[in-house]
């Protein structure tokens, strides 16, 4: 039966960092440094799977990514551990879950962790290049590359194998060598092959495209498993000149530590789990998905691109850092907040009325709900069109004012239902470009744009019925004494 074993996992990292403060700006960027001091910090929001809960067989990545779904359905997202039979851990999960947890990487808080990441993001630290770290402690080129040997879980019975969900994409520009970091779902497709997906057409994308041009195919790394602080750096959405690698850098507080890969000298992080090292040949395609996707379904929408793999370098001990499948919390967080950082920052430059904006669970990346006072007639359409053109991933925005909590879905139900008009307060624009893995949206990727103006207007006419602050002070303590049956 499942139980949640919580602390004394702490030391079965066996870190060679021990007891050193692995947060943000103290030098370590060793994964197991981190998680040790971790679960010694906060053993309750860390859920331990024993050798007892787990049977080593196929059936385990599925109980590992149901559990993750269980948790949430109870708005829970401790780190999962699950210890193998060797007694180590073997797979970690649900890292990026919680911002409680991103807050404390960054030494913030909550409403911090915007600030802090933007930070970074304009505080670039240059690579240190070193000769040799936990990575190559095991390397593996040529015949002996055995894609079955990684560490890998299945996630959900409908996905073509065990993906890698974590799976960071390292290319360089051969010209500026500037670096660039982007998440892919990986799935072996022979021993020594994989098969990916590059659907976001992003800049690995047009790297791609210009090898393509050149008659050259793309020397690519794949990191599984770094410190979470190069992963949250991983996932920003930066223009081309910009090199994740430095916002780590500057993240974690010192320069990232990098190796070069063998063949192609392509940096990656010194102290990560597992590195795989090959490239990508733009006219070979092989069949990948279907995977259980950010958006709740299985997608076979795919570019269908294949990595062979080189070289293999690794931890003799790596444990798999997994990001949870589906529209889970540790997904849709990892990917959003970078993003949102960026956006979030530029969006109250220009429209200082603006008080919240949050991205709705419920909406995968899809929706986004806007807290504001407008300060002049057609300012909430102002702000939703300018969300609407930024964020490639949106398909609604609901503009409110500021006395609905937009982290409260059935408020913000609530505002469109009283204080809009569908004839005026809505618009749409349609034949976007969109995100090509939502199911509604055409096969060429296309998508249609709504906004919702959920904002009072002048002539309104409701006065909010409210029960004084007095009585609902003193419900409020009564509630918190009294436990209800
Ligand atoms: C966990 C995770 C998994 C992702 N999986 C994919 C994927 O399989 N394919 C893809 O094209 N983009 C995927 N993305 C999105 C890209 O990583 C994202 O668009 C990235 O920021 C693009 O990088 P760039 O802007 O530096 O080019 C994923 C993002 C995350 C956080």
């Given at each position: 039966m499942l139980h949640n074993q919580y602390g004394g996992v702490a030391s079965t990292f066996k870190s060679k960092v021990a007891q050193e403060d692995s947060s943000m700006g103290n030098g370590s960027q060793d994964l197991h440094a981190y998680l040790e001091d971790y679960c010694t910090r906060y053993p309750e929001d860390v859920f331990t799977l024993g050798k007892e809960d787990l049977d080593g067989t196929s059936g385990d990545g599925y109980r590992i990514n149901a559990l993750v779904l269980a948790l949430e359905r109870q708005q829970r997202f401790p780190v999962i551990v699950a210890i193998n039979k060797l007694g180590v851990p073997s797979v970690v999960t649900n890292v990026f879950a919680s911002r409680e947890r991103i807050a404390r990487l960054l030494n913030t808080d909550i409403a911090g962790i915007h600030g802090e990441f933007q930070r970074a993001a304009r505080n670039l630290l240059p690579l240190a290049e070193v000769a040799t770290g936990s990575v190559s402690e095991v390397i593996k080129e040529g015949d002996e590359v055995d894609l079955g040997e990684l560490p890998t879980i299945l996630h959900f019975p409908g996905d073509r194998g065990p993906y890698l969900t974590s799976g960071i994409l390292v290319a360089e520009d051969p010209e500026t060598g500037v670096g660039?970091?982007?998440?892919h779902r990986c799935v072996a497709h022979?021993?020594?092959e994989l098969a990916t997906s590059l659907h976001s057409r992003r800049h690995v994308w047009s790297m791609l495209r210009r090898a393509e041009k050149r008659g050259e195919k793309l020397p690519v790394a794949v990191v599984i498993g770094g410190h979470p602080l190069f992963m949250l750096a991983a996932a920003a959405r930066v223009g081309p000149n910009v090199d994740e690698r430095e916002i780590a850098g500057a993240l974690l507080g010192s320069s990232l530590r990098v190796i070069r890969t063998p063949h192609y000298g392509i940096r990656v992080p010194a102290d990560a789990e597992i590195v795989l090292e090959g490239?990508?040949?733009p006219s070979r395609h092989v069949d990948e998905g279907p995977f259980g996707e950010f958006t709740g379904y299985y997608?076979?929408?795919?570019?269908?691109?294949?990595?062979?793999v080189e070289t293999i370098l690794r931890r003799s001990n790596p444990i798999l850092l997994d990001v949870a499948a589906s529209?889970?919390?540790d997904h849709l967080t990892l990917s959003r907040l970078p993003r949102e950082s960026e956006q979030v920052e530029a969006l109250f430059d220009r429209f200082p009325a603006i008080s919240k904006v949050h991205y709705p669970a419920s909406g995968v990346h899809f929706?986004?709900?806007v807290a504001m006072k407008p300060q002049m007639a057609g300012e909430a359409r102002q702000v939703a069109l300018a969300l609407l053109g930024w964020d490639p991933y949106l398909k609604l925005v609901v503009v409110v004012d500021d006395d609905i909590d937009v982290e409260n879905d059935s408020e913000v139900l609530w505002a469109i239902a009283t204080r809009s008009q569908a004839t005026?307060?809505?618009f749409m624009v349609g034949n976007l470009p969109g995100m090509l893995l939502d199911p509604s949206s055409g096969t060429d990727g296309t998508t249609a744009r709504?906004?919702?103006d959920a904002t009072r207007a002048v002539d309104f006419e409701g006065v909010t019925v409210e029960a004084g602050r007095e009585a609902m002070d003193w419900a409020n303590s009564l509630v918190g004494r009294t436990s209800l049956r």
């Amino acid at each position: 039966m499942l139980h949640n074993q919580y602390g004394g996992v702490a030391s079965t990292f066996k870190s060679k960092v021990a007891q050193e403060d692995s947060s943000m700006g103290n030098g370590s960027q060793d994964l197991h440094a981190y998680l040790e001091d971790y679960c010694t910090r906060y053993p309750e929001d860390v859920f331990t799977l024993g050798k007892e809960d787990l049977d080593g067989t196929s059936g385990d990545g599925y109980r590992i990514n149901a559990l993750v779904l269980a948790l949430e359905r109870q708005q829970r997202f401790p780190v999962i551990v699950a210890i193998n039979k060797l007694g180590v851990p073997s797979v970690v999960t649900n890292v990026f879950a919680s911002r409680e947890r991103i807050a404390r990487l960054l030494n913030t808080d909550i409403a911090g962790i915007h600030g802090e990441f933007q930070r970074a993001a304009r505080n670039l630290l240059p690579l240190a290049e070193v000769a040799t770290g936990s990575v190559s402690e095991v390397i593996k080129e040529g015949d002996e590359v055995d894609l079955g040997e990684l560490p890998t879980i299945l996630h959900f019975p409908g996905d073509r194998g065990p993906y890698l969900t974590s799976g960071i994409l390292v290319a360089e520009d051969p010209e500026t060598g500037v670096g660039n970091l982007s998440y892919h779902r990986c799935v072996a497709h022979s021993k020594n092959e994989l098969a990916t997906s590059l659907h976001s057409r992003r800049h690995v994308w047009s790297m791609l495209r210009r090898a393509e041009k050149r008659g050259e195919k793309l020397p690519v790394a794949v990191v599984i498993g770094g410190h979470p602080l190069f992963m949250l750096a991983a996932a920003a959405r930066v223009g081309p000149n910009v090199d994740e690698r430095e916002i780590a850098g500057a993240l974690l507080g010192s320069s990232l530590r990098v190796i070069r890969t063998p063949h192609y000298g392509i940096r990656v992080p010194a102290d990560a789990e597992i590195v795989l090292e090959g490239y990508i040949d733009p006219s070979r395609h092989v069949d990948e998905g279907p995977f259980g996707e950010f958006t709740g379904y299985y997608s076979n929408r795919s570019t269908n691109n294949a990595i062979s793999v080189e070289t293999i370098l690794r931890r003799s001990n790596p444990i798999l850092l997994d990001v949870a499948a589906s529209r889970s919390s540790d997904h849709l967080t990892l990917s959003r907040l970078p993003r949102e950082s960026e956006q979030v920052e530029a969006l109250f430059d220009r429209f200082p009325a603006i008080s919240k904006v949050h991205y709705p669970a419920s909406g995968v990346h899809f929706h986004c709900f806007v807290a504001m006072k407008p300060q002049m007639a057609g300012e909430a359409r102002q702000v939703a069109l300018a969300l609407l053109g930024w964020d490639p991933y949106l398909k609604l925005v609901v503009v409110v004012d500021d006395d609905i909590d937009v982290e409260n879905d059935s408020e913000v139900l609530w505002a469109i239902a009283t204080r809009s008009q569908a004839t005026k307060d809505v618009f749409m624009v349609g034949n976007l470009p969109g995100m090509l893995l939502d199911p509604s949206s055409g096969t060429d990727g296309t998508t249609a744009r709504m906004a919702i103006d959920a904002t009072r207007a002048v002539d309104f006419e409701g006065v909010t019925v409210e029960a004084g602050r007095e009585a609902m002070d003193w419900a409020n303590s009564l509630v918190g004494r009294t436990s209800l049956r």
